[in-house]
């Protein structure tokens, strides 16, 4: 039987304020910096009507990581300054990277009215890897493999990196897994985790107990990390729940960042301004 990994921070996901929005953000908190590669993580949840238009943001630019998009209801456009332009719809994901620098905008399709509600996660670059050519993974909920919950109902899909022998479609720059778990009430599910990986557990709605210690419930507690102390971790659903497990191997190594980049010293960060300012990651209209 595999060693439980112990939990180091139990945390909320409380509202902060992006731009005239109202968004969760339960990673970086004053208590976790980051959750190395794992930068920053925000919960958005909007309805979408003629006099309601949802979060939507102009365009700006990235540097030096991956800024990456789960929609788990309704639809968002998408378009870049590298010509990509497309519309993720629920169980998408979206796994760009940023590298040398990509102007970007996103925000709800023209024609679409309900509710829309994602996670943005910013994955960090090794400082080999900040500068490397912009590109764009539109990985679509069909091409997820699915791995089903033993004696329960609920599935687990694999965005990036394997689980039961299941290998996610999206490639990675460093040893990464992501998965979605929808499970149904009374599921019981241990996962494996690679010894060297950081570990994090966000619950998106539901209400589900981790290693028989602690209970996720939506406006209450909704992260967990972990040490890396034992092999996997165990969930039970008490009630039908969603959930985003992200694990990775850490790159441990100084992050300088100010909005929108994310580098390893302040002269990288002044670059990475300078070039914007000139042109140098395109441009978008």
Partial sequence: MKTLRSIVYKGKSDYVNMGGNL???PLPTQEVDQ??????LHHYKYDVGPYSPGLSLSPHPHRGFEPVTFIFKGEQLHRDSLGNEGILHAGDVQW??????VVHDEGPSKDFVGTMEGIQLWVNLPKKHKMTTPKYQDVKAEKMPLVAVKNGKGIIKVVAGELNGQKGPTSTFTDINAYIANLEAGDNITIPIPANHELLVYLLEGETRVNDVDTLKEDKLQIL???KDGEAI???ANQNSTLLILSGEPIEEKVTSWGPYV???QTEIMEAMRDFQQGKMGYLY
């Fill in 23 to 25: 968004i969760r953000q």
């Fill in 35 to 40: 959750v190395d590669p794992f930068l920053l």
């Fill in 96 to 101: 760009m990277t940023a590298g040398s620098g």
């Fill in 225 to 227: 990390t972990f040490a």
């Fill in 234 to 236: 165990s969930l039970e």
């Fill in 263 to 265: 580098m390893n010293t």
